[in-house]
C-alpha cells in the first residue's frame, strides 16, 4: 500500500513538472469546485479489475455530482486503470488507499492509477465537470489487445 501512494505522489509530481504547458487542459479550478460540491450527497460506484476485464465496463456519471470510485483488484496479475482524458476533465478531491494502513495524495490530477493483484484497492474522490465520452484501458503488457476497455460518460 505505501509503495502505491508513493507511486500515486509521484506521478502527480511528475505530471506537474513535465505537463506545465499543457496544465490549460486540465481543470484549474478543482479547489473550488470541490470545496462547493455536497459530499455528504457522494455516490460511490465499485470497478472490479479481473484478466482482462473491467466490471462494469461503461460508467454513466453526472457532472457536478461527487463520486467515490473504488477500483478493485481481483485478478492474479497488476491492472491499471487508464482515464487520461476523463482524469484531466474532473475536480479532484483526493486518492486513497483503505485504513487502517493506507494513506491518501492530493493533487490536481493523475493519468493512471493501479491496483496491485489479488486485493490491491485504490478510491478516487471527484467532481465531474466537462461532460463526454472517455476511454479507459489497462496498459501494463497486452491487457488492451485482450479486452480490458471500458468507457466513462458523463452526462
Known amino acids: 500500500m505505501r509503495a502505491l501512494i508513493i507511486t500515486l505522489a509521484f506521478a502527480g509530481w511528475a505530471m506537474l513538472a513535465s505537463s506545465a504547458a499543457t496544465a490549460q487542459e ?10 462547493a460540491a455536497n459530499w455528504e450527497a457522494m455516490q460511490t460506484v465499485n470497478v472490479e479489475l479481473s484478466e482482462h476485464d473491467f466490471e462494469p465496463k461503461h460508467l454513466k456519471l453526472k457532472a457536478g455530482q461527487p ?3 473504488v477500483i478493485k483488484n481481483t485478478g492474479e496479475a497488476d ?3 487508464t482515464a487520461a482524458e476523463f482524469f484531466r476533465s474532473i475536480a479532484w478531491r ?7 494502513h493506507g494513506g491518501e495524495v ?3 490530477y493523475f493519468t493512471a492509477v493501479e491496483a496491485y493483484k489479488k486485493g490491491g484497492t485504490v478510491e478516487l474522490f471527484f467532481v465531474p465537470v466537462k461532460k463526454g465520452s472517455f476511454e479507459v484501458v489497462c496498459t501494463i503488457d ?3 489487445e485482450k479486452g480490458m476497455t471500458g468507457s466513462i460518460s458523463v452526462d
Open 26 to 35: 486540465y481543470v484549474t479550478n478543482s479547489a473550488d469546485i470541490v470545496k
Open 67 to 69: 463520486y467515490r470510485l
Open 79 to 81: 491492472h491499471y486503470y
Open 94 to 100: 483526493k486518492v486513497q488507499t483503505p485504513r487502517p
Open 106 to 108: 492530493k493533487a490536481p
Open 142 to 144: 497486452d491487457h488492451k
